[in-house]
């Protein structure tokens, strides 16, 4: 019980702050768009430059004042400090939830503890009473036969020595018993030292798991956080990388690769005309080619592995003029002339 209750108190706190992070994020985030590649028949076009055009002037966007944003800013700013403010509520009910648990158990082990300890106590005195008791029968039978010997020594001295020799036999045998109910009440004494110590190393393992799950709640809440953060810094880069695919680049960066891969390629004797491939190409920073294969392809097995030699010849692949067109995964259409 106390195992699932530490687990649903990590859970809760993890789900607060992801809804926090999400709320303060939520805002910034926009879905990316990536360019989708040509598939089948490719279209050719002619570049047309604008300026040569006469077209009419486009009218300026407009947006909100800067009162409206700086107004919106601040009642986002409220709503987060709200959904924090709860959050932190959530999470103390939650560690007051937990010690009072922890607590109970704790006033339960000391309960256990004292009622062994009671148990124990009332045997230990138990014995000690039937010890004092035997020793009070012992002494008894003694005086008795003292007496008896004293009145019949002379009439039976032979049966006064073996009386004497049983009794040195019976003393003998109590003797050892007593010494061996000391071994065994010391032998129970070092059992219960050790399950002790057993328990506290028992008890130390279990502290010291949960202090490692903390470590990796903790350790997983980091990364998140540093997801995020990397977001944020992506957002940055799509938008210039936006805008190098508005101003060509990507098609030049996609041409180049394809030329210099046309350049490494060997056509096979039986490559018919009109060969069309889509070439899935993994590389590193830095253009080197980590491995490729060949989608939709017009062109038999040889002709795929000659495809697939010259894009690993034509490693390190060129480099964007901006380099946030780089990507680990390319595809690109290759149609040789």
């Not at 209750?5 to 993890?14: D, E, F, H, P, T």
């Not at 690993?312 to 149609?335: C, M, N």
Request: with cysteine; aromatic share 2%.
């Amino acid at each position: 019980m106390i195992g699932i209750s530490k687990i649903s108190w990590i859970v809760s706190i993890l789900l607060h702050v992801g809804l926090v992070a999400l709320l303060i994020l939520g805002p910034s985030l926009r879905p990316t768009v990536r360019p989708e590649l040509p598939s089948g028949n490719v279209i050719q076009a002619e570049i047309i430059d604008l300026s040569s055009l006469d077209l009419p002037p486009l009218e300026e966007p407009t947006g909100p004042t800067p009162a409206e944003l700086e107004r919106e800013r601040l009642a986002q700013e409220l709503e987060q400090q709200r959904i924090k403010d709860l959050a932190q509520e959530q999470i103390d009910k939650d560690e007051q939830d937990r010690l009072k648990v922890q607590e109970q158990k704790d006033e339960e082990e000391r309960a256990r503890l004292k009622t062994q300890a009671d148990a124990k106590k009332a045997d230990d005195a138990k014995k000690a009473d039937e010890l004092k008791k035997e020793q009070i029968r012992l002494k008894k039978i003694a005086d008795d036969k003292k007496e008896l010997e004293r009145v019949e020594r002379k009439k039976e001295e032979d049966r006064a020595e073996k009386e004497k020799a049983d009794r040195i036999k019976k003393e003998k045998a109590d003797a050892l018993r007593i010494e061996q109910e000391a071994i065994d009440a010391k032998k129970k004494a070092e059992r219960i030292i050790k399950e002790k110590v057993e328990k506290d190393r028992l008890a130390k393992i279990e502290a010291d798991k949960l202090k490692k799950r903390k470590a990796a709640a903790k350790k997983k809440l980091d990364e998140q956080l540093a997801r995020e953060e990397q977001m944020r810094l992506m957002m940055g880069v799509e938008n210039q990388r936006n805008e190098a695919v508005d101003n060509g680049l990507l098609a030049q960066y996609i041409a180049q690769i394809v030329a210099r891969v046309e350049s490494k390629w060997n056509r096979p004797p039986g490559a018919k005309e009109g060969l069309s491939c889509t070439v899935r190409v993994s590389q590193l920073p830095g253009g080197d080619v980590a491995s490729v294969e060949i989608g939709e392809c017009n062109g038999d097995a040889v002709v795929q592995d000659s495809i697939i030699r010259a894009v690993k010849g034509a490693s390190p692949l060129p480099e964007p003029a901006d380099l946030t067109l780089f990507e680990r995964k390319l595809v690109f259409i290759f149609e040789p002339k």
